[in-house]
């Protein structure tokens, strides 16, 4: 879409049924309708207390919790398809590959912080929501997709954590 068309998007826009206009209105009119999409929904789960689990053996236990090897981390990012899902900051997997001489050390030294900490920076954490038109010619808040874009390096550590987990997840199931 052009950029003079997504301009004047959001200057006019429907929102159930109501023609709204001017930058900030429809700016207003977007965060409202979207923001419900996102808040959170509490309900009352079952509790599991009673229930038997089968348990992993102290080997797979090992396996879980030693620390991430570099082989680990690039496998995690290779794995990742080089030029789909950049992050908030444009960065796609093909940008890390072609330099993972320059980045490694700084991935390693990421996921050392995650492994001794047991947490992520806010930084690292953070997804933005973008808007991704589904028509060539939006009228209404839903011919718009949300969708959420996450950082690479959140990807590759939760890539690397479904990798172990695939090894031992037969033995609890």
Same mark, same amino acid.
């Given at each position: +879409? =052009?950029? %003079?068309?997504?301009?004047?998007?959001?200057?006019? $826009?429907?929102?159930? *049924?109501?023609? !709204?206009?001017? !930058?900030?209105? !429809?700016?207003?009119?977007?965060?409202?309708?979207?923001?419900?999409?996102?808040?959170?929904?509490?309900?009352?789960?079952?509790?599991?207390?009673?229930?038997?689990?089968? %348990?992993?053996?102290?080997?797979?236990?090992?396996?879980?919790?030693?620390? /991430?090897?570099?082989?680990?981390?690039?496998?995690?990012?290779?794995?990742?398809?080089?030029?789909?899902?950049?992050?908030?900051?444009? @960065?796609? /997997?093909? /940008? @890390?590959?072609?330099?993972?001489?320059?980045?490694?050390?700084?991935?390693?030294?990421? !996921?050392?912080?995650?492994?001794?900490? *047991?947490?992520?920076?806010?930084?690292?954490?953070?997804?933005?929501?973008?808007?991704?038109?589904?028509?060539? =010619?939006?009228?209404?808040?839903?011919?718009?997709?949300?969708? =959420?874009?996450? *950082?690479? +390096?959140?990807?590759?550590?939760?890539?690397? $954590?479904?990798?172990?987990?695939?090894?031992? @997840?037969? =033995?609890?199931?």
């Amino acid at each position: +879409m =052009s950029s %003079r068309r997504q301009h004047n998007a959001l200057r006019l $826009l429907q929102v159930n *049924g109501v023609q !709204v206009e001017g !930058v900030q209105n !429809v700016r207003e009119a977007v965060f409202h309708h979207f923001s419900s999409h996102y808040k959170a929904t509490y309900w009352v789960q079952p509790g599991v207390e009673d229930l038997s689990f089968c %348990r992993l053996s102290v080997a797979e236990l090992g396996t879980l919790v030693c620390p /991430f090897t570099l082989e680990e981390v690039k496998q995690a990012i290779w794995d990742c398809d080089s030029y789909k899902s950049p992050g908030p900051d444009g @960065i796609n /997997f093909g /940008f @890390i590959k072609q330099f993972w001489p320059e980045l490694k050390d700084d991935f390693m030294r990421f !996921v050392v912080e995650f492994h001794r900490n *047991g947490k992520l920076t806010k930084e690292v954490n953070a997804t933005f929501i973008a808007l991704i038109l589904k028509v060539e =010619s939006p009228q209404r808040l839903n011919d718009f997709q949300p969708i =959420s874009l996450v *950082g690479c +390096m959140y990807k590759v550590l939760v890539k690397m $954590l479904a990798n172990r987990l695939c090894v031992v @997840i037969g =033995s609890v199931v």
